[in-house]
């Protein structure tokens, strides 16, 4: 999610005649949860597959529609201007698309520079991931003279005034020195060149993702915006100059195009025609469940800003979308659309018609009784990672290797095996826990897999370690013993002096029906050192 802070006073004059309560009613029904409502801001989670709406311009746009205020698929168009970017080779692979659009006649208040860079930031962080995939710039027209050249250039040449400073800077002293550099200039490690925006008589706009120029920048007397989008993801710079370019619009801009020049093709941008698809009306109805009528779902669909109506063949829908509808990349995204404004808590509850209803595994039932029967003996339950170390596994706990499953290429040494018990994964914990009040217990229902035959074998196990002065042999004898009863299991304890990671003499097998299924007892203190534990610790651990 991303949260804008939206001005309530700039939202309502958008929207024209709703009241706030009835403004923040509509976000809420377009899914969009309100986090707070102050004197001056509503601030509103957006969901990321509507980056349409994170300026308060695109916001209004769907509250309007919503609403039946406006509803309908707005019309935008976008009118030649003749001005033009060439495209040099040389960026083809640093930062290889690009795309551009002029919005004449901008009313630039203080209200618009917020909504600006708003809407930039967002989209900066989200579709652009941090700048790496999506950048854009705005600059003033009127301070430029096109055509425009998109290159790549040598980082210690072509040196512009950066914004807000006051002398030129290299593109290399830039990365290193200015802040926009250290942010973000890690987008452009590992290449000799930078690219670079320039007019026709040198002006530099802008050197992407990193900063636009002192020169050309926005002011309150700017009324022509030269818009730039640069990226990896040709999709995604184009989505981001239509999502800008509507903004713009609904504020009274007229919005022209510009021309971009690659070696072997020539674009117009932004493209503002409508999306135009066809729906299927058994399918709405068989994902919602519902018999809507073809009018309903034409009406539905209007009032999430599209333009509908029945089409060639029967039972199908054709629909126009607006341009800045980047998320509609399948039939289901429509289903959607027309499911929002009905209104989720409409639909009737039922169940679903499966054959069989789901539930937990035997296991699932018996691992979650024993969490409850630890944690009602004063154990914590801790989660473990099932990869670890060969040292972890044999060294520390003393037991010497033996056949386990290993991870072929393994990262590193900390991830190479699967662990084969869970005790070193106890005992990795307390050594991390020191500085922790005593006593520690802590107990884990994980997995183990160790080889038979020379095939890996996965078995669940229940685990615990107490860490304290006063842990003891007859401390973990008790918690067996009453785990085994619990369980119903019938146990014969055998002493145990062979194991290495237990203290001799203070140490036991446990069986059932002649078959060992696990240890307890005093950890030695070789092992205790080795894994850097100051105390005394008893542990157990037994399949399950």
Not at 58 to 77: C, F, Q, V
Not at 355 to 372: C, H, I, N, T
Request: proline letters at 7%; aromatic letters at 6%.
């Amino acid at each position: 999610m991303a949260a804008i802070k939206i001005g309530k006073k700039d939202l309502l004059s958008l929207l024209g005649g709703l009241t706030e309560n009835e403004a923040i009613a509509a976000i809420w029904d377009l899914g969009m949860p309100v986090d707070a409502v102050s004197a001056d801001e509503i601030t509103v989670d957006i969901t990321p597959n509507r980056p349409d709406m994170y300026s308060v311009e695109g916001l209004a746009r769907a509250i309007a529609s919503l609403t039946k205020k406006k509803p309908g698929m707005r019309a935008y168009k976008a009118k030649e201007s003749g001005t033009s970017i060439v495209v040099d080779k040389s960026v083809k692979k640093i930062r290889p698309y690009i795309c551009a659009a002029i919005a004449k006649n901008v009313k630039m208040d203080d209200t618009l520079v917020k909504s600006l860079v708003a809407l930039q930031e967002k989209l900066h962080d989200t579709l652009g991931r941090k700048r790496r995939k999506v950048a854009i710039g705005f600059t003033d027209l009127d301070k430029l003279k096109p055509p425009f050249v998109y290159q790549a250039v040598a980082p210690n040449r072509h040196a512009f005034i950066p914004l807000e400073q006051s002398e030129p800077w290299t593109p290399a002293r830039i990365l290193k020195d200015l802040k926009q550099g250290q942010d973000y200039g890690y987008i452009l490690e590992g290449h000799k060149k930078f690219p670079l925006i320039v007019d026709s008589q040198g002006t530099v706009v802008a050197l992407p993702p990193i900063i636009t120029a002192e020169a050309p920048k926005i002011t309150p007397s700017t009324r022509n915006i030269f818009i730039d989008v640069t990226g990896t993801s040709e999709h995604s710079v184009h989505d981001c100059l239509k999502i800008i370019c509507c903004a713009l619009a609904d504020r009274g801009a007229e919005i022209q195009s510009v021309t971009i020049a690659y070696a072997k093709e020539k674009l117009q941008t932004p493209d503002l025609a409508p999306l135009e698809n066809e729906i299927s009306m058994k399918r709405v109805n068989g994902l919602l469940g519902t018999d809507f009528t073809a009018d309903q779902i034409i009406s539905y669909l209007g009032r999430m800003g599209h333009s509908a109506g029945l089409g060639m063949k029967k039972n199908k829908i054709t629909v126009r979308s607006p341009p800045y509808r980047s998320d509609i990349l399948h039939e289901a995204d429509f289903i959607e659309d027309v499911a929002i404004p009905h209104g989720y808590n409409s639909f009737e509850l039922s169940l679903p018609k499966f054959v069989s209803v789901g539930s937990p595994s035997p296991g699932e039932v018996k691992a979650q009784f024993l969490r409850e029967l630890m944690v009602g003996f004063g154990f914590s339950e801790i989660l473990a990672p099932y990869i670890t170390s060969r040292a972890a596994n044999f060294t520390k706990p003393m037991i010497g290797d033996h056949p386990a499953v290993h991870i072929k290429n393994p990262l590193n040494e900390n991830a190479s095996m699967f662990r084969s018990w869970c005790t070193p994964s106890l005992l990795e914990i307390l050594a991390n826990s020191k500085d922790q009040k005593m006593p520690q217990r802590i107990f884990e229902v994980g997995h183990v897999a160790t080889l038979q035959d020379g095939r890996p074998y996965e078995e669940r196990k229940l685990a615990g370690a107490t860490c304290d002065p006063k842990a003891s042999f007859n401390e973990m004898r008790s918690i067996v013993e009453s785990i085994a009863a619990e369980l119903g299991l019938s146990i014969k304890l055998n002493d145990l002096n062979s194991h290495p990671a237990f203290i001799p003499g203070r140490a036991a097998e446990i069986e059932v029906n002649g078959k060992p299924i696990g240890i307890f007892g005093e950890i030695h203190p070789g092992v205790l050192n080795n894994f850097g534990i100051e105390q005394p610790v008893a542990a157990f651990e037994m399949s399950v």
